[in-house]
């Protein structure tokens, strides 16, 4: 299988050596497991992970010898999606997220990288933007997206020259940085997109946050479907090295249904779905939640006065 034929590489964040960094995680990856629902959107966490390291000097957690670019870019084309509800709960958080950068942003194009359902480019028009445009790798996502939404959504994997240079006014990305093989190419490659005064927001899992480390090996960071993990200061380091200014990082509240959290939840399968039933049972299952859930939001612009 394509997905276990690797090479090394050195910190996707900064280009630090491997030499340097300390082991993170050990790999945990059982071969017969291997298969697309280990690539869909938010599915039941497996625990299965590729070995990854700590950088010394920007704090990324990184696959050292990830598969290449060509192999996830196919399971990411056939990996299977679930979950709307789930979506659009998160694409109303981002929205929230967003919001306060609005009012320095002109409302004209926005471009959202990993889009799945597109259900994030429907918050966008109802924030105000003119134009929106969606990328996503998953056909099985982009089959369940309404009709409507069809001609806003490319399917494939983001590449830049598919988009005219300084075109958008704002790029978004989330839950997505952690899925590419070169983070930092997308985030030059945005940067080139950008008008001038545009901004870049990410939202990615903070391997540092309390829920995460709580939760150790159990957590849902812990994938094989994540090349790096970002830190507040990793995920910052990415933005400042690659020339954004007044960049912002924090952590992000999600508001999802009770029945969601269960299912995340790092408990025994009986004890789950004792529980899964429990709540379906009193009627409470699609209660909203707002928790931290270890996630970090970022904003960068591209300076006014830069040119592509
Ligand atoms: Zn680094």
Not at 109 to 121: H, K, M, Y
Not at 187 to 206: C, E, I, K, N
Not at 226 to 237: E, G, P, V, Y
Request: one cysteine or more; a neutral charge.
């Amino acid at each position: 299988m394509q997905l276990l034929e690797r090479a090394q590489r050195n910190c996707p964040v900064c280009g630090s050596s491997p030499d340097r960094a300390k082991i993170f995680f050990d790999e945990h990856i059982d071969s017969s497991k291997l298969n697309e629902f280990s690539f869909a959107s938010r599915k039941e966490p497996e625990y299965l992970c590729y070995q990854m390291v700590q950088c010394s000097s920007c704090d990324l957690v990184y696959v050292d010898r990830p598969p290449s670019q060509q192999a996830l870019a196919e399971v990411y084309h056939a990996a299977d999606y679930d979950s709307s509800e789930e979506a659009d709960d998160a694409a109303s958080a981002y929205a929230r997220v967003i919001r306060p950068a609005l009012r320095q942003l002109k409302l004209g194009r926005a471009l959202e990288i990993g889009t799945g359902t597109g259900v994030f480019l429907d918050k966008l028009k109802q924030l105000g933007f003119e134009t929106v445009a969606g990328i996503e790798p998953s056909t099985a996502a982009i089959a369940a997206a309404p009709a409507h939404r069809h001609d806003w959504i490319r399917e494939g994997i983001f590449v830049e020259g598919d988009y005219e240079p300084e075109s958008f006014d704002l790029i978004c990305c989330f839950m997505t940085l952690e899925h590419v093989r070169e983070p930092a190419e997308i985030t030059r490659s945005v940067m080139r997109l950008l008008r001038p005064g545009g901004a870049f927001v990410t939202v990615t899992h903070d391997y540092r946050s309390i829920v995460n480390r709580l939760m150790g090996r159990r957590s849902p960071i812990i994938d094989i479907e994540h090349m790096q993990l970002f830190s507040a200061r990793s995920i910052a380091a990415l933005f400042d090295r690659n020339g954004y200014t007044n960049v912002q990082v924090k952590p992000f509240v999600n508001r999802y249904s009770l029945r969601y959290w269960t299912r995340l939840a790092p408990l025994p399968s009986g004890i789950k779905s004792f529980a899964q039933q429990t709540i379906a049972t009193l009627g409470i299952a699609g209660i909203k939640i707002p928790m931290n859930v270890g996630n970090t939001v970022a904003l960068g612009f591209k300076p006014s006065n830069q040119r592509a």
